[in-house]
């Protein structure tokens, strides 16, 4: 497929410093204030391109300014070719380094022998004339470079109409349908008029294929609906609990395997701590029980202390009191009859009751030693069993105060993700539903009509094809935070953006229509790069947001125009382009303020350029034209 790209634009007249304005491959922006030539500059390129001006459509150029000679330098991949056009001339004069491009005059018309609109066709790759669909009744016209460029090349006057982006405003509204579509059919695929298949239409019934359209479009409300409802709930939840990644469900699958695999560790490691804590209490009470012991023993040494301190109490009374005996008077006659008293001999025992208190002693001093040694066992149980409480509080306070609230918190957060999964799951469906029944929808749609005509370009669209296209420009809505975009398709009938079943123009005003028309122009550029037979590999938009107003509570980031900026950036991405990557040439022309986060995402791309008048001969570049001011 052959590229060019507009490497600058370059105006002159005698005596007038030439006013240059060059372009990157990439992205480009114009911008600053009104009256400064922003839309000037589209008009001279236009000029370039082959414009002929009429009574009702004149070329906007003031001769007094003494400017009157218009450059144009593009670049291919074998050279340059450069086109140069005089005011008020009706021929274009073609030089450069390519080889494939005679140099020589062209004329306007496309009838001529050597017409600028071959040229144009040439540089993306047209090398052969081809004739496209007109009219329903089958006849046919000549694909010019003007058949096409209303697509990629959108002034100021057209970027907010209501009426298709694909649609040439140089028609009448009643004419534009099947040429406008052949085009696009001829881009996409190649096929020109000698390659449509036509065959009769077959009357249909009117009501019925009415109900079954308007049964679809019904359903793919409701699935709009929903889907609106799912993003906002998952939205919400977001808030509370912002998600660091995309919402693609094998991500967030990764993720919830991750807390899985983490809820797993910790509750293993609780487990190990519960049964650590199991085996210290049974510790615990192992040793509690051989405490008891030790204070039964205790008891008992107690009892048998007291024992023996009385038997040493019986027996130093037994032997005080044989000692005492010992000194009494022996009396050897009665006291009142003075007759002779017999007295049985005295039995001591002193010597017994000693031995056995000497025997006594030996087992208390016995009974001491084992009662210290039964208290020394006390205390060390005691002591154990106080390490061994403080080691399982100290487990048990760490799995009731940190693990288990990790636990807890691992827990919601795995409920949470998994709920984020079944919305993104129901949004997938939903989604895959949506494409289903729009894929239906144009089928329907692109049915033989019931009436007698005998050509319906429709027809010859590929299901498949659209579908793709449709796709490029979902991913794109997406991108600019557009509600609903889930929903959108091509509504065959009037070839325009249709969201949520409902058609551009019946829902958005003239702001929104502009984003819109200029959504759905990059998306034909960037699905022709990489899906269709030829591709003009640029596409050049007038104040495209010029008109559009979005609310003063939303945020910076999440505004349609930030999302747009952000994605037509991301192409041209320095660290995201290799060699071999080729996007294609985006020249936006727009006011400054409605850019002002531009130079926060533009960063220092090569690919991205940002071309300001500032309206101020003090600073920078006043406009467009050098040393003219306020002439728009």
Known sequence: MAKF?????VVTGNGRKPSVIEFCDGLNFIVGPSNTGKSRVV????????????????????????????????????????????LGENKI?????????????Y?????????????????????????????????????????????????????????????????????????????????????????????????????????VIEYIRDTVSRFASRESELLNSRSRLEELNPLSQDHKINDLRTEVDTIKSDIDSLQR???????????????????????AECETISDNFSALRSQYQSDINRLTFVIDGNASHTILPKLQ???????????????????????????????LTELEKAERDISAEQNSIVSTVNKLELQKRNIDLGVSQELTPQLTQLKEKLSFYKYIIEINKELEVIREEERKFNSE????????????????????????????????????LQACHFEGSGSARINMNIFDLEISGRVKALSNGGGYCGLLNTILAIALIEFLEENGEYSPGFLIVDSPITQLSESAYKEKKDTLISGLLKYLVSIYDSDSMSSSTSAEQIIIIEHKDKLQMLDDISGNSNHVKVIEFTKDKQHGRYGFLEGVYQYE
Request: proline letters at 5%.
């Open 5 to 9: 790209y507009i490497e600058k634009l």
């Open 43 to 86: 008009d001279c390129i236009d000029y370039l391109f082959g414009f002929e001006p009429t009574k009702n459509k004149p070329f906007l150029f003031d001769p007094a300014l003494g400017y009157d000679r218009f450059t144009l330098f593009t670049r291919t991949p074998n050279g340059t070719v450069v086109l140069e056009r005089k």
């Open 93 to 105: 004069t073609l030089s450069g380094t390519d080889p494939n491009f005679e140099h020589g005059k």
């Open 107 to 211: 004329s306007l018309g496309h009838t001529a022998k050597y017409n600028i609109s071959s040229v144009w066709l040439q540089m993306i790759g047209v090398d052969t004339p081809h004739k496209i669909l007109s009219s329903q009744s089958g006849k046919t016209q000549q694909l010019t470079w003007r058949s096409i460029l209303h697509m990629f090349f959108i002034k100021q006057d057209f970027v907010s109409r209501t009426q298709s982006v694909l649609y040439n405003p140089d028609l009448p509204p009643n004419l534009t349908a099947t040429p406008s579509k052949a085009a696009v059919l001829f881009l996409m695929t190649g096929k020109d008029a000698n390659q449509y298949e036509v065959t009769e239409d077959k009357r249909i019934r009117t009501a019925k294929k009415t109900a």
């Open 269 to 291: 490691q609780i487990n190990m701590y519960i049964a650590q804590s199991r085996q210290l209490m049974s510790e615990i009470y192992s040793y509690n029980g051989r405490l």
């Open 333 to 363: 006659h009665c006291p009142f009859c003075d007759s002779e008293i017999s007295v049985k001999e005295y039995i001591s025992y002193i010597d017994t009751a000693r031995a056995e208190l000497n025997h006594i002693r030996i087992h």
């Open 441 to 476: 929808l144009f089928l329907k749609e692109t049915e033989e009509e019931p009436s007698d005509l005998k050509y319906d370009i429709n027809q010859f669209f590929d299901a498949e094809t659209i579908q793709s296209f449709q796709e490029k420009l979902i991913s794109i």
